[in-house]
């Protein structure tokens, strides 16, 4: 398929914004959150673009691992590993590329879901998987379009539904014309594929999970309409989906009552 390539005047400008775009923003790490991670088993681990930092906690039972979404961090999901461990769970948790404590600057879905694999090889396989926003997304496409061992239960938070959904949103966010993302976007599709980024969608790869799921989502998400998950469940006929009201986009991922649901949830 042919693309039209950016304008000259401003194919500087698109090269900026295309790097702006696969570079996510830097998590701030809360105290809390540190002495959590402290107190785990952490290393670090090869990929083709350096290192990830990973962390463990406990050293029997069944393995859950956390993957935390686009700008975010391995301690944002440190809320659920006291009680994980308290019902018996080990909890596996790690910084995707260009995130937090691992290497890098620029990132992209396809570059992140095979270091699943590499977390996997080293820890062996999941019980579970707990996932937040862009997150999820990955943890599908690992699942249906790489063949990564199933868990036994998935929990999803604030999902993400289209990849390419993510380009309106940045247009938002950083108050571009519409001549620059139609630049950005051939671009990408230069370089990625047009037809591959097109099949990566939520509502059509999880109705492909043969596997019980639980997806949380929060009507004042501002981050992630709710709207993509609604979409989901709809055509996800393995998952339960509970609405919550006045969590925010990450606000779950804190909340104790949101915790005992999740074991709940996992134990069933």
């Known amino acids: 398929m042919t693309t039209l390539e950016p304008t000259t005047k401003y194919q500087a400008i698109v090269k900026k914004v295309y790097q702006a775009f696969f570079s996510p923003s830097q998590y701030e790490v809360k105290s809390v959150d540190r002495e ?95 996932a937040h926003s862009f997150g999820t997304l990955i943890t599908s496409y690992a699942l249906v379009k790489r063949n990564f061992p199933p868990p036994s239960r998935l929990v999803y938070f604030g999902a993400f539904n289209r990849l390419l959904d993510s380009l309106p949103r940045f247009q938002v966010l950083a108050n571009l014309p519409d001549e620059i993302i139609d630049g950005l976007r051939n671009m990408i599709y230069e370089n990625f594929g047009k037809d591959v980024l097109d099949e990566i969608v939520n509502e059509t790869l999880a109705p492909q999970i043969h596997i019980p799921a639980l997806m949380f989502h929060d009507k004042a998400d501002n981050v992630t309409p709710v709207e993509d998950s609604r979409a989901i469940a709809r055509v996800w006929k393995n998952a339960q989906f509970v609405e919550t009201d006045g969590l925010g986009h990450r606000g779950a991922l804190q909340s104790k009552e949101i915790h005992e649901q999740v074991v709940k949830f996992l134990k069933s």
């Open 36 to 130: 959590i991670i402290e107190r785990g088993n952490n290393y670090r681990i090869p990929f083709d673009g350096g290192e990830l930092a990973v962390t463990t906690w406990g050293d029997a039972g069944p393995s859950v691992l956390l993957m935390h979404g686009w700008g975010g961090a391995r301690a944002q999901m440190t809320g659920f590993v006291e009680p994980l461990l308290a019902a018996g769970y080990r909890v596996v948790a790690y910084d995707q590329p260009a995130h937090g404590e691992s290497d890098g600057t620029m990132t992209n879905l396809l570059e992140i879901a095979p270091t699943m694999d590499l977390i996997m090889k080293r820890e062996g396989e999941f019980d579970a998987v707990i």
